[in-house]
């Protein structure tokens, strides 16, 4: 069974950084099949957002309009670990924040943004940014 666990929330001035971390644990050759995994938010009263992709075979990433310039992602293969590196936070970042992966070997036909395209959650970690 694959889980996956985010790890570095917290709360910071706006102006700030954090490093959010997912680790992926479970079938170990699960993670080398994913084919892209994504970072997602949450805010209260809101719909969630899909915040960032990497795609692992080319390494291409995108991202939402709302952070470009300012968030970053990554994945560690040797860690088993997809990372999210937030800059220049603002408080309209505030939200939980999750990692997405799909079933291995899985492509999607609709867009990175869509929750749709994912099959396993992690159970989110809080950021809180405050003016």
């Known amino acids: 069974q694959v889980q996956l666990v985010e790890s570095g929330g917290g709360s910071v001035q706006a102006g700030g950084s954090l490093r959010l971390s997912c680790a992926v644990s479970?079938?170990?050759?699960?993670?080398?099949?994913?084919?892209?995994m994504g970072w997602f938010r949450q805010a209260p009263g809101k719909e969630r957002e899909g915040v960032a992709v990497?795609?692992?075979?080319?390494?291409?990433?995108d991202y939402a309009d709302s952070v470009k310039g300012r968030f970053t992602i990554s994945r560690d293969n040797a860690k088993n670990t997809l990372y999210l590196q937030m800059n220049n936070l603002k408080p309209a970042d505030t939200a939980m924040y999750y990692c997405?992966?799909?079933?291995?070997?899985?492509?999607?036909?609709?867009?990175?943004?869509?929750?749709?395209?994912?099959?396993?959650w992690g159970q989110g970690t809080q950021v809180t940014v405050s003016s």
């Open positions: 997405a992966a799909p079933y291995p070997g899985r492509t999607y036909t609709g867009n990175w943004y869509e929750g749709r395209s994912y099959n396993y």
């Open positions: 990497i795609y692992t075979r080319t390494g291409t990433t």
């Open positions: 479970g079938a170990a050759y699960s993670y080398y099949y994913m084919d892209y």
